[in-house]
């Protein structure tokens, strides 16, 4: 879906009980050089996130990628 040349992906967010519950994600800790990091993993998901804080923890740099990607959540508000 494009809208002004921009991709549109929607975005889903759970709450730690809901994580719980669901038999279609994996949520857990994950070592990621020498660092301990709350992960969440959607078999079903079309892109990964990361946190940038996690990014600067680990001493990385981020860069823009070449698309401009707007975000939509489950209630329908974007950013």
Same mark, same amino acid.
């Given at each position: 879906?494009?809208?002004?040349?921009?991709? @549109?992906?929607?975005?889903?967010?759970?709450?730690?009980?809901?994580?719980?519950?669901?038999?279609? &994600? &994996?949520?857990?800790? @994950?070592?990621?050089?020498?660092?301990? &990091?709350?992960? @969440?993993?959607?078999?079903?998901?079309?892109?990964?996130?990361?946190? %940038?804080?996690?990014?600067?923890? @680990?001493?990385?740099?981020? %860069?823009?990628?070449?698309?401009? &990607? %707007?975000?939509?959540?489950?209630?329908?508000?974007?950013?």
């Amino acid at each position: 879906m494009k809208q002004n040349d921009q991709t @549109l992906r929607r975005i889903f967010h759970l709450t730690q009980e809901e994580v719980r519950v669901a038999t279609d &994600v &994996v949520a857990g800790m @994950l070592l990621i050089n020498n660092l301990n &990091v709350h992960v @969440l993993f959607d078999p079903g998901a079309t892109h990964s996130f990361i946190a %940038r804080k996690i990014v600067n923890k @680990l001493g990385k740099r981020s %860069r823009s990628g070449r698309k401009r &990607v %707007r975000n939509w959540n489950s209630d329908g508000e974007h950013g």
